[in-house]
């Protein structure tokens, strides 16, 4: 069975701070794929990345950057200098090969404070 | 543009009294799920479906239904609302089966069950 766990259920950092979302998956797929969501106080989910399980490079897009290790089955999610407009529960996601399996962990909330 | 609706966006009802919640996307995505989230659990999949008249059970799939008699609409169905069904529903597309793909995700539907 697929499972993602999300160990941090809130966080509070002040505004320019640098702050990591932590992502633990497990699977038995070979082939699997990895996602973050992001979903604001207004409620949308709002997609961020998606990586292959073939795929260990890091990815940076801006001020957000992930980490991807098979090693740890971790694919971890950092924003540096961190502002306001951040502050939203983050989801952690995962997928076989075949769409039918799509695993969401159960989100961190993070608040950015001015 | 490029959509997932979701109708009603609100919905107050009594236990027992049966109700649909109606789903659309308007981008030919042979695929689509139901979530609900509830806090602390993140979403859990309910139903899903491959294509038309194709649809397959997730996570949760008890006191559901779906159908999927058109590729635009998959309507998920409440035949007896019990209270622990109040929650935030969102409904997904992608374009295909694969794991791969993203999912977008309609704006929710928040229920509550008296």
């Known amino acids: 069975a697929q499972k993602v766990t999300q160990a941090q259920t809130e966080i509070s950092v002040v505004e320019k701070e640098d702050v990591t979302l932590d992502c633990v998956y497990e699977?038995?797929?070979?082939?699997?794929?990895l996602f973050w969501y992001k979903q604001p106080p207004s409620g949308e989910l709002v997609f961020l990345i998606r990586?292959?399980?073939?795929?260990?490079q890091n990815e940076i897009s801006g001020r957000y950057s992930w980490n991807f290790q098979k090693s740890t089955s971790s694919f971890n999610f950092t924003i540096t200098a961190s502002q306001v407009v951040d502050s939203a529960v983050y989801f952690c996601?995962?997928?076989?090969?075949?769409?039918?399996?799509?695993?969401f962990g159960p989100g961190t909330r993070l608040s950015v404070l001015p | 543009e490029a959509q997932v609706t979701q109708n009603p966006r609100y919905l107050i009802t009594v236990t027992g009294k049966k109700l649909t919640v109606t789903c659309s996307q308007n981008m030919n995505h042979e695929y689509m799920s139901w979530y609900r989230q509830d806090p602390g659990l993140g979403l859990r999949q309910i139903y899903y479906s491959m294509n038309v008249e194709v649809t397959d059970k997730g996570d949760v799939p008890e006191g559901y239904k779906v159908s999927r008699k058109e590729k635009r609409n998959f309507p998920l169905i409440l035949e007896s609302p019990s209270p622990n069904q109040t929650s935030l529903y969102f409904c997904?597309?992608?374009?295909?089966?694969?794991?791969?793909?993203?999912?977008?995700f309609g704006p929710g539907t928040r229920l509550t069950v008296t």
């Open positions: 996601a995962l997928s076989g090969n075949y769409g039918q399996n799509f695993v």
């Open positions: 997904a597309s992608s374009p295909s089966r694969q794991g791969s793909d993203e999912q977008y």
């Open positions: 990586r292959n399980s073939f795929d260990e």
């Open positions: 699977t038995r797929d070979t082939t699997y794929y």
